[in-house]
């Protein structure tokens, strides 16, 4: 017999399959000079491939970045940003627009040079980010040409250059799953970004381990002294650096966690208020309701309501 691997065996996994809605939205934009996109600030990750051409990237409160053709950039706090060529005199604003069945691009600007690009976001529920990503950099570039090391990337990128350059049945959906596991693969790199405080928690070895400890046992009822002897640290010292690292104590990092995972249990399963309860951490349903309603503002009950679930209380 085989045993089944958990796909959310690990805290990065699981912040990201509880905060990041499953299905991200793409449209390939074919744009002639001039061009220029001004999008405004959202409650998502925003993310940019640059299929053909070139493009001039510009974060709010950051030098103008230039990319070219392979250049990949994530926007992970949606950031008002712009994205044109060097022509724009004027900006188009961007908006979301109906969900539509047309596999067509989307086409801006004038009758010059063309560049080509795919643009998309990943939504996080209920628009809220988990902490752990609140300190990641307000722009990640991935670059062909700026010395950027990515040969755990290249793949990945070759891939859906290749699914624009000839487009085939689903690729959308096609797009959709290398684009995870590009946002993955960005979020995996970032080590090599100081003062992130997602880099730090997953090189630091101890609170990495303390955050795994939560992560995949969540019901458990952790202790500091108890996560502390685990990986190895003192009790105050290990509360201090966790705290310096993640930016929340370890017991409030954990009940922020358990009423995130509960608002996922609430969403996307059928169980009982009570079974959710025991699953992440409380003896009882009161208990449980005053936490929930604490951290989410309403209560267990008007929160699967307002996501359209079934309720079984």
């Known amino acids: 017999m085989l045993d089944l691997q958990d796909p959310r065996s690990d805290v990065l996994a699981d912040v990201l399959s509880v905060s990041l809605l499953p299905n991200a939205l793409f449209k390939c934009v074919e744009a002639r000079s001039p061009w220029g996109l001004r999008v405004p600030t959202r409650d998502r990750a925003v993310f940019y491939l640059i299929a053909r051409g070139h493009a001039l990237l510009e974060v709010d409160g950051q030098a103008p970045r230039r990319l070219s053709s392979g250049d990949v950039v994530f926007i992970p706090h949606g950031t008002a940003h712009t994205l044109r060529d060097e022509a724009a005199r004027q900006l188009f604003v961007a908006h979301d627009g109906p969900s539509c069945a047309g596999t067509g691009p989307a086409r801006l600007g004038g009758d ?40 755990w990337s290249a793949a990945t990128i070759d891939l859906m250059l290749a699914e624009l350059a000839a487009p085939g ?145």
Request: proline share 6%.
């Open 169 to 313: 049945p689903a690729s959308t959906l096609v797009l959709q799953r290398l684009a995870d596991v590009l946002f993955i693969q960005v979020l995996r790199c970032l080590p090599t970004h100081k003062g992130c405080g997602l880099a730090e928690a997953l090189s630091d070895s101890a609170v990495h381990r303390a955050l795994n400890l939560m992560h995949t046992r969540v019901n458990e009822p952790w202790t500091v002294a108890r996560l502390a002897a685990l990986v190895g640290l003192s009790r105050s010292g290990f509360a201090q650096r966790f705290t310096q690292v993640v930016g929340d104590p370890p017991l409030q990092y954990l009940a922020r966690w358990r009423m995130s995972r509960a608002a996922e249990l609430l969403r996307e399963t059928d169980d009982t208020i009570a079974e959710i309860a025991e699953r992440v951490g409380y003896e009882s349903v009161p208990s449980f309701s005053k936490a929930f309603k604490r951290w989410q503002g309403w209560s267990p009950t008007h929160h699967r309501a307002l996501q359209g679930s079934s309720s079984r209380t």
């Open 112 to 151: 010059g040079a063309l560049s080509i690009f795919l643009a998309g976001f990943f939504a996080y529920t209920g628009g809220v980010k988990p902490i752990l990503l609140a300190r990641v950099p307000q722009a990640v570039v991935l670059s062909t040409s700026g010395g950027t090391p990515r040969p």
